[in-house]
Nanobody
């Protein structure tokens, strides 16, 4: 499985961005997708996760986001999105998507097998 993250850039505080994570190939270890971010000098942190569940999807978010971010997926395009609204300078970081197959560990970055290359988000004040 290869993941390609894109959509980062420079945005002013209060603005929005939508990140994309396009997957190619498939593995039994790629049913769960998570978004993480890492700011300079800080540890990688969980943001949101999504997985197929029956005919729909299940999602979970870091409580610190306070509803500003929304994760979604387009199965036809093998792509997961992260819509980010009301961005603030403290959201500046490299954003990563990752895939694995254990929903119980969706928030644990070290348990993911596949990673995208990261996309930089810079929020100016």
């Amino acid at each position: 499985v290869q993941l390609q993250a894109s959509g980062g850039g420079l945005v002013q505080a209060g603005g929005s961005l939508r990140l994309s994570c396009a997957a190619s190939g498939r593995s039994d270890r790629s049913d769960v997708t998570g978004w993480f971010r890492q700011a300079p000098g800080k540890e990688r942190r969980f943001l949101a996760g999504i997985a197929a569940s029956g005919s729909g999807t299940i999602t979970t978010y870091a409580s610190s986001l306070k509803g500003r971010f929304t994760i979604s997926r387009d199965n036809a395009k093998n792509t997961v999105y992260l819509q980010m609204d009301s961005l603030q300078p403290e959201d500046t970081a490299v954003y990563y998507c990752a895939s694995d197959n254990d929903w119980r560990l969706v928030k644990v970055w070290s348990k993911y097998t596949y990673w995208g290359q990261g996309t930089l988000v810079t929020v100016s004040s």
